[in-house]
């Protein structure tokens, strides 16, 4: 039972390339989130879904791009990556939507 | 909106115990849950309160007041690798989302 899996673990970027983060859950979770994590902060949601079909803009989307591909996946795209998307990328999934469970993060570095 | 105001660090002697607080401030209340994080790893979802008073999970223990719009996660019997940050959490109305405080950094002393 993998829980939440996400790839890559790290990634460099050259300023206006595209990446797309992958994400899956095995836990048969409804809701879905992607959030940022900036060195000595806390998480800011970017973007979620609480049910397969359904996409939500989060506190800080702009720049990302999601889709919910299936009830397991949820795939983040950067488009034109920029220096300020330097962060760890995390991605969480939850049933009842009190409690999440998170992958083992994305280290992004956009130089 | 959602708002939640912790901490930024707390520090404790290994043995003792620490209170992590937690104050909200959200438009619907479902819950608020607490999470673990290690320097360099992901965050680890530990419990949640969705009614008031006080939840044991061994050496853990969360409690909320919902007339005060407040929580705090007590940590007994303090051990080294207990030194880590602390988030508490709320859902969004609909439990659609979950927005994170800004995170307690404890540091657990020998």
């Known amino acids: 039972n993998a829980g939440v899996t996400q790839t890559p673990k790290f990634q460099v970027l050259k300023t206006g390339q595209s990446m797309t983060l992958q994400c899956a859950q095995d836990m048969n979770h409804n809701s879905m989130y992607w959030y940022r994590q900036d060195p000595g902060m806390g998480l800011r949601l970017i973007y979620y879904s609480a049910s397969e079909g359904t996409t939500d803009k989060g506190e800080v989307p702009n720049g990302y791009n999601v889709s919910r591909l299936n009830k397991r996946e949820f795939s983040l795209r950067l488009e034109s990556a920029a220096p300020s998307q330097t962060s760890v990328y995390f991605c969480?999934?939850?049933?009842?939507?009190?409690?999440?469970?998170f992958g083992q993060g994305t280290r992004l570095t956009v130089v | 909106g959602q708002s939640l105001e912790q901490p930024s660090e707390v520090t404790a002697v290994e043995g003792a115990i620490v209170q992590i607080n937690c104050t909200y401030q959200?438009?619907?209340?479902?819950?608020l849950s607490w999470y673990q994080q290690h320097d360099g790893g992901a965050p680890t979802f530990l419990s949640y309160n969705a009614l008031d008073g006080l939840e044991e999970t061994g050496r853990f223990s969360s409690f909320l007041s919902r007339s005060d719009s407040y929580g705090y996660l007590l940590l007994q019997e303090l051990q080294m690798k207990d030194s880590a940050s602390y988030f508490c959490?709320?859902?969004?109305?609909?439990?659609?989302?979950?927005?994170f405080g800004s995170g307690t950094r404890l540091q657990v002393q020998p």
């Open positions: 969480a999934s939850s049933l009842t939507g009190l409690e999440a469970f």
């Open positions: 959200t438009s619907g209340f479902y819950g």
């Open positions: 959490a709320v859902p969004d109305t609909g439990r659609r989302a979950l927005t």
